[in-house]
């Protein structure tokens, strides 16, 4: 049983910044990889950023430049700096982690429930 806690969301201008994090807890051995997805209305899912235990990390097309994730492997926690916030960057935000468990399967991919973000003027 691995949990996923998001906050951070809210109305934002548009130039302006947010920071999201993220909190795993639960029967976990390792986390390999976290990161952030978002889905806006009528579009698919689609990744923000990802990092891994290493420190690599990845980031959508659309939002190099603007954000920056990090990750606190010692709390289990990832956090997503936006800045330069733009409307197209509305959606609901989604935490997931790659994760090795010691109560199920090897490696489970877990998902939070999402926080929404709005860039409206």
């Known amino acids: 049983q691995v949990q996923l806690v998001e906050s951070g969301g809210g109305l934002v201008q548009p130039g302006g910044s947010l920071r999201l994090s993220c909190a795993a807890s639960?029967?976990?051995?390792?986390?390999?990889?976290m990161g952030w997805y978002r889905q806006a209305p009528g579009k698919e899912r689609g990744l923000v950023a990802a990092i891994t235990s290493g420190g690599s990390t990845n980031y959508g097309d659309s939002v190099k430049g603007r954000f920056t994730i990090s990750r606190d492997n010692a709390r289990n926690t990832v956090y997503l700096q936006m800045n330069s916030l733009e409307p197209e960057d509305t959606a609901v935000y989604y935490c997931?982690?790659?994760?090795?468990?010691?109560?199920?399967?090897?490696?489970?991919?877990?998902w939070g429930q999402g926080t929404q973000v709005t860039v409206s003027s």
């Open positions: 997931n982690a790659l994760i090795l468990s010691s109560s199920s399967s090897p490696v489970v991919n877990s």
């Open positions: 639960g029967s976990i051995v390792r986390i390999y990889k």
